[in-house]
């Protein structure tokens, strides 16, 4: 498996992006502003990352997915780890990350990644997107946001 940036003429895996963010417009205006990065096996695109500057000292990992045919073989970790190297080769202080309060599996993930829960932005996901959204049975109201100190 090898990552690479995503060269701008590239068209983004746009299915891979919806499955972590289900507005084609957020995903849309976080491309233009951030650097995209793929993980690739033998040409297959199995996963991708975007990395955003969002302050001096903070870069945040704005969309992270991998094909579900391809998780559990430590990709998203792979992508995690080569995030964590580009912001601090950008001399970032923090790398940060969001998931929703509903996301169960990616709120360990991020744990076991070596982040930490930093903040949440109560009904985030209300005030940021027209229609309700659900997983695990559960409402995904609040922005849960961690902190990588790099």
Known sequence: MKIRELHPTEIPPMDLLLEADPSKTKIASYLRHGSSFIAEIEN????????????????????????EADQGKGIGKKLIQHAIEQARAQSYA??????????????????????????????????????????????CRDMVRFHYKL
């Open 94 to 139: 923090y790398l940060e990350v969001g998931t929703g309060n509903s996301s169960i599996d990616q709120i360990a993930f991020y744990q076991k990644c070596g982040f930490r829960m930093a903040t949440i932005d109560h009904d985030f996901f209300l005030r940021h997107y027209d229609e309700p959204i659900f997983e695990n049975g559960i409402q």
């Open 44 to 67: 297959h695109i199995s996963g991708i990352y975007v990395l955003l500057p969002t302050s001096s000292d903070i870069a945040e990992v704005i969309n992270i997915s991998v094909r």
